[in-house]
């Protein structure tokens, strides 16, 4: 038996810890102590959460000093078994949105909270669902959303089969989008679609909400009659039925909302096409682009009852036509329509945008289009230098509804784009580019230009080049 040194030999500021050897010390088992509640993440958003979190940090030390002691006080008592002692960590939510999750949808969220199922590897909330709940639930954004908003939210994450990219979808929406720059009762409708769409319709309908419209948000945007867009958007998801001719035709209310989702979403992926059909896609990229509250209200009439009211008091109607279930944009053939609108007593169809035995645009009838769509007057300036000091004038007004159109030939044949900007060296404009995926600084023919922004299918093309390829500019009188 070793000798006990006197306590006046000891090294001053150790400890000496004595075990008393029992028979059952070679059976010892190994211990699993959890660890203590996880900090939240440190950004931008989750500042002053965390230094409230680190404030309290005594009172939690003391508190899981405690719990340790308990758990090393009753192990004897545990049966030898292979399974981890895990502490039940409470989530970091208000009681109301407690209390209306169920008893499995928060054991749910406190095992993803907590990670024990996850490699501690993963310290990324692109790849870990503990972190990307975290994040949430500490984002300031989040916390400010209504509790019954945040309760939806929380139990499509729990019940989701795939919670990281609902986790992702949700943190998105919540934190990175327009959606707190509307009334609490918009923030309702929109939860409310995301709740009932499925995962592609979700991201796109994330992608709507990150959309700006110069210096606001999509969902802040109104069609001519006021008719916010959450609302005509709520109203079009959930349609019961659509009117009789398109059901006739084989169609299906979820195959124009999937259209209609995509097109709002992306509008740089509409196929341009050529001649006439081009000029009406540009006409129907600028809609998707600039004004897509108005086309959500297209959307919402032609569904109903095949025609549309246009501001300028006329009536556009889908007309009964064999070939519609052939054609998958609807939209596309809706606009079509404009033209025995604007022109009655001319040539039918889309080619009469394009002047006879030429590959040229019509700006007379172009302008009547343009009249009748967003119900004013467009000046036509066709002399290049005019067109070139107009252009000027207006460089640096970046975002416009209407928005300002331009003609450019290139090997004979005329392209209508959307007028964006105009600097020392270059003119910035924009049109639909289908599936091309070009990047950023990439080049793209007829006429030949830069990318500048492929998600708004913005270009920019040199000034010496745009001087000898502009043919037209389409200005609204404002």
Same mark, same amino acid.
């Given at each position: 038996m070793s000798k006990k040194r006197p306590l006046s030999q000891r090294e001053v500021g150790t400890l000496e810890i004595r075990e008393k050897k029992t028979q059952n010390a070679s059976s010892e088992r190994s211990r699993y102590f959890p660890s203590p509640p996880p900090v939240p993440p440190v950004d931008s958003e989750t500042t002053e959460i965390t230094k409230e979190v680190s404030s309290k940090s005594h009172e939690e030390q003391k508190e899981?000093? /405690?719990?340790?002691?308990? !758990? /090393?006080?009753?192990?004897?008592?545990?049966?030898? +078994?292979?399974?981890r002692v895990i502490v039940d960590v409470e989530l970091p939510l208000k009681d109301d949105t407690l209390a209306a999750l169920s008893a499995n949808e928060k054991e749910t969220l406190d095992t993803i909270f907590t990670g024990v199922h996850e490699s501690r590897k993963l310290e990324d909330a692109t790849n870990s669902p503990r972190r990307a709940l975290q994040r949430l639930i500490?984002?300031?954004?989040?916390?400010?959303?209504?509790?019954?908003?945040?309760?939806?939210?929380?139990? *499509?994450?729990?019940n989701s089969p795939q919670?990281?990219?609902?986790?992702?979808?949700?943190?998105? *929406?919540?934190?990175?989008?327009?959606? !707190?720059e509307i009334s609490v009762l918009q923030q309702k409708a929109a939860v409310q679609m995301f709740e009932i769409l499925s995962p592609l319709e979700k991201e796109l309908l994330v992608e709507i909400s990150q959309r700006r419209l110069g210096n606001r948000s999509v969902f802040v945007d109104t069609d001519f009659r006021d008719v916010p867009f959450v609302s005509s958007l709520d109203d079009f998801i959930n349609k019961t039925k659509i009117s009789?001719?398109?059901?006739?035709?084989?169609?299906?209310?979820?195959?124009?909302v999937g259209q209609a989702l995509q097109r709002l979403a992306r509008p740089a992926s509409i196929i341009r096409g050529k001649g006439g059909a081009s000029v009406l896609r540009t006409i129907e990229f600028a809609l998707y682009s600039d004004a897509p509250?108005?086309?959500?209200?297209?959307?919402?009439?032609?569904? +109903?009852?095949?025609?549309i009211d246009l501001? +300028?008091? !006329?009536?556009?109607? *889908? !007309?009964?036509q064999n070939s519609l279930a052939h054609k998958p944009n609807l939209m596309g053939v809706v606009l079509e329509g404009l033209l025995d609108v604007a022109f009655p007593q001319g040539m039918r169809g889309q080619e009469a945008l394009i002047m006879p035995g030429s590959s040229s645009v019509d700006v007379d009838v172009l302008a009547r289009v343009l009249c009748e769509v967003y119900?004013?007057?467009?000046?036509?300036i066709t002399s290049p230098a005019k067109a070139i000091s107009f252009l000027k004038a207006k460089s640096t007004e970046h975002f416009r509804i209407p928005p300002i159109f331009l003609g450019l030939a290139s090997e004979d044949t005329e392209y209508l784009f959307l007028f964006d900007g105009y600097n020392e060296g270059y003119t910035f404009i924009r049109a639909p580019h289908g599936g091309s995926l070009k990047q950023p600084k990439e080049k793209r023919k007829n006429p030949s230009r830069i990318v500048v922004n492929s998600n708004m299918g913005q270009d920019k093309i040199k000034n010496s080049e745009l001087h000898e390829s502009i043919r037209f500019v389409l200005a609204p009188k404002t």
């Open positions: 899981y000093r /405690s719990k340790e002691k308990s !758990h /090393s006080t009753n192990e004897s008592s545990i049966c030898h +078994s292979n399974e500490y984002a300031q954004k989040f916390i400010n959303l209504d509790t019954g908003l945040q309760e939806i939210l929380l139990r *499509l994450i729990a919670p990281l990219e609902e986790l992702r979808q949700t943190y998105k *929406l919540t934190c990175q989008s327009g959606l !707190h009789a001719a398109l059901t006739r035709q084989g169609f299906l209310h979820q195959e124009f509250a108005e086309m959500l209200r297209y959307w919402n009439e032609v569904t +109903s009852t095949t025609t501001p +300028s008091q !006329h009536q556009l109607r *889908l !007309h009964e119900g004013l007057e467009f000046r036509i």
